[in-house]
């Protein structure tokens, strides 16, 4: 398949046709506010847009080289389908009530009409001993869009626009700065890996999330 661009060491692939159980989840966590650069639809500063989210790798790819991809503006004539060791992937912008999403199917679902403006790509890159990987993450519904660079100590970048105004209106109109915590599960249930989290829950967490971290920004105000 075209549009998933993967590329794992030999020594890697055996042990990826019948994974174990174990697994180490990423998650992101914003560790500071959403900064507007300022426009004339909202004043520069802090703001209540935050971004978080995660993805699980199979626990044989982690200190491994190795190389995950996707990108559904790429052409493609093939079904799509998870690159082997990337279990899950969830990640959302939350902005006065409306959340950008980019999940598993939308990464790996090659875009019928790439003109439209919308586009859901990832790339993770595992180096030899490292814990975390180092990659991009970008997720596009046409009006809105966040864009993360991982590092290899775990620090996250991201910048955060959107068509909607306020704020974070126009390109590059926000910047934030977050952290991955990598948490290892040493018996993770297969049915848990096949199914993703219906929408509908993950996005309540999410929200649930959104409004305890902006309820710790005003108490702290």
Known sequence: MRSIRLAVVAAVLPLLINPASAAMVYSFSQTGPTIATGTDYGPDGPNDVFTTGSFTLADQLVRAPYYLG???????????????GLLNIFFATFDRG????????????????????????????GTPGALFPTGTVAYNDSESNTDLVFGADGRVSGVYSTDRGGPCFTSGACTFTGQLTATHIPNLRPAAVAVPEPMSLALFGMGLSALVLVARRRSAG
């Open 98 to 125: 409306r959340a950008v999403v980019g999940d598993l199917p939308r990464f790996i679902t090659p875009n019928p009409q790439p003109s439209n403006g919308q586009y859901y790509s990832f790339g993770l890159r």
């Open 70 to 84: 996707a990108d559904t503006n790429a052409p493609s004539a093939e079904a799509p389908a998870p690159p082997p």
